[in-house]
């Protein structure tokens, strides 16, 4: 059953509002940041029925979330890697988005996506009221500008987008909702041990943002140089080589202890396998937001990407002070991935130790 708070006052905005639309579709990180805008939006309106346009696999981290009544799946011919590109489902146009939203007579939406063509669609689907940011020349289909800070944290601009709607904020932290069935998962696929559990992520939507296979194996080694730690790998099947390509550089009584879960979870059992770590240590990618939101012990390493706008919440993070970071992407690189390629291990063992009961 969904949580209900008590209603803010003096909203004009939106005071009268009953069926909203809140649009974030794509990536995992980014679909589980706008928690803390769902919760804040829900307590401002308990009883109005707010809807969420998601991708069809990002989505599922939203899946029991209380402050959503329904999730809508976006799912088009346009597809990104791990967009649950092995689905036998049907793709839908553009178009029949905009029919299909159009009939479910929304009277607000909340444009969290920066696209042209997310504001396009809300445009045509006739809700009366935009919300949303005035990035790629849209802001004529928006009836509410709002800027977007591109040094605020990603948390932090949604957040922006209700206060320009006259919405309070009150907190700002992500959370997670697992079933009791997918903690059970989780916790059969651990093996017994007095020692640490620490999840290794290693791979990411971006090859730029990936760590050098020979730093990853020399933090793979300290990890499990106590013989009671064990090193899990999450992800999806296609990330398996690389880390089998790891695991076969290691010492026999490590390889033992190195477990490859790759293809195995969902990610909301991925979630819930996360939560039992005594660490995660990986590279930016929404397996770390994943970590964040399960509130777990973390440490981030960052290259391209500017942490301050899209570093895990509560995580630590390690980068590497070189000159061209961050570029946050914006052109192809120049310096052969120099921020990832000389972020050192002994820099991520040092900020290890000491955290989260690591000698």
């Given amino acids: 059953m969904r949580e209900t708070m008590s209603t803010a006052d003096n909203l004009p905005l939106l005071k009268k509002r009953r069926r909203i639309l809140v649009m974030r579709y794509r990536f995992i990180g980014d679909t589980l940041l706008t928690v803390p805008f769902l919760r804040n939006l829900r307590a401002a309106y308990p009883d109005a029925i707010i809807d969420m346009l998601v991708a069809p696999n990002s989505g599922e981290v939203l899946r029991d979330c209380p402050y959503i009544d329904e999730l809508l799946m976006f799912d088009t011919t346009r597809k990104h890697r791990y967009e649950n590109p092995n689905s036998k489902a049907e793709k839908r146009s553009f178009w029949h988005y905009v029919q299909f939203l159009r009939a ?3 009277d607000t939406a909340f444009v969290l996506k920066r696209s042209f063509s997310s504001s396009g669609l809300a445009f045509l689907a006739g809700i009366p009221e935009r919300i949303g940011f005035d990035t790629e020349g849209r802001g004529f289909l928006l009836t509410k500008r709002v800027p977007y800070p591109k040094a605020m944290h990603e948390v932090d601009c949604f957040l922006e987008v209700l206060k320009a709607a006259a919405i309070p904020v009150r907190d700002r932290h992500l959370e ?3 079933q009791p069935e997918e903690l059970e998962k989780a ?9 640490k559990q620490v999840v290794l992520h290693l791979t990411s939507s971006n090859i ?4 050098p296979e020979e730093h990853a194996l020399q933090l793979a080694q300290w990890l499990l140089n106590p013989e009671n730690n064990h090193v899990h790998c999450l992800g999806a099947p296609s990330d398996a080589a690389l880390y089998e390509s790891l695991r076969q550089k290691l010492l026999p009584m490590q ?7 790759c293809g195995k979870f969902s990610l909301l059992e991925s979630m819930a396998f996360l939560k039992q770590m005594d660490l995660v240590v990986g590279v930016d990618s929404g397996t770390l937001h994943m970590a964040s939101a399960v509130d777990v012990p973390m440490v981030a390493l960052f290259g391209p990407m500017d942490e301050r706008k899209w570093g895990p919440p509560g995580a630590r993070i390690v980068t590497e002070p070189v000159d061209c970071r961050p570029c946050n992407l914006d052109k192809p690189c120049r310096f052969d991935f120099a921020c990832m390629k000389h972020l050192r291990p002994e820099a991520v063992i040092e900020t290890i130790k000491g955290y989260a009961g690591f000698a």
């Fill in 104 to 106: 479910r007579r929304y």
């Fill in 176 to 178: 997670s909702w697992q």
């Fill in 187 to 195: 916790r059969q696929c651990l093996p017994e041990t007095v020692g």
């Fill in 208 to 211: 730029a943002k990936q760590w």
């Fill in 255 to 261: 390889r033992e202890r190195f477990h490859i879960h």
